[in-house]
Nanobody, 121 residues
Framework: QVQLVESGGGLVQAGGSLRLSCAASGSIRSINAMAWHRQAPGRQRESVAAITSGGSTNYADSVKGRFTITRDNDKNMVYLQMNSLKPEDTAVYYC???????????????WGQGTQVTVSS
């Protein structure tokens, strides 16, 4: 089955940086969009950044200019470079992907288990 695994989270001071990685594995034929979402305590999960298979990106207003999403199509990986981190960035970060399995006819959405990012002031 398809598995998405995030890594790279941790504890950093405000103004610091982290780089999150997400690896997709399994019998994957192709991956369309990949994205990062986050969920802070007491808040709904929100979209942070997304990237299409062609490299087009979109960011939440709260992270524009600070976060950069990239992907490696050959390795089925997506990354999130987070700079100038703020305490309000503290959340569990999840990656997701719209992908098609081998012999599949349409794209389905899959989610990783999440990685904790904590930014101290």
């Amino acid at each position: 089955q398809v598995q998405l695994v995030e890594s790279g989270g941790g504890l950093v001071q405000a103004g610091g940086s982290l780089r999150l990685s997400c690896a997709a594995s399994g019998s994957i034929r192709s991956i369309n969009a990949m994205a990062w979402h986050r969920q802070a305590p007491g808040r709904q999960r929100e979209s942070v950044a997304a990237i299409t298979s062609g490299g087009s990106t979109n960011y939440a207003d709260s992270v524009k200019g600070r976060f950069t999403i990239t992907r490696d199509n050959d390795k089925n990986m997506v990354y999130l470079q987070m700079n100038s981190l703020k305490p309000e960035d503290t959340a569990v970060y999840y990656c997701n992907a719209d992908l098609r399995l081998n012999y599949g006819l349409r794209y389905m959405t899959y989610w990783g288990q999440g990685t904790q990012v904590t930014v101290s002031s």
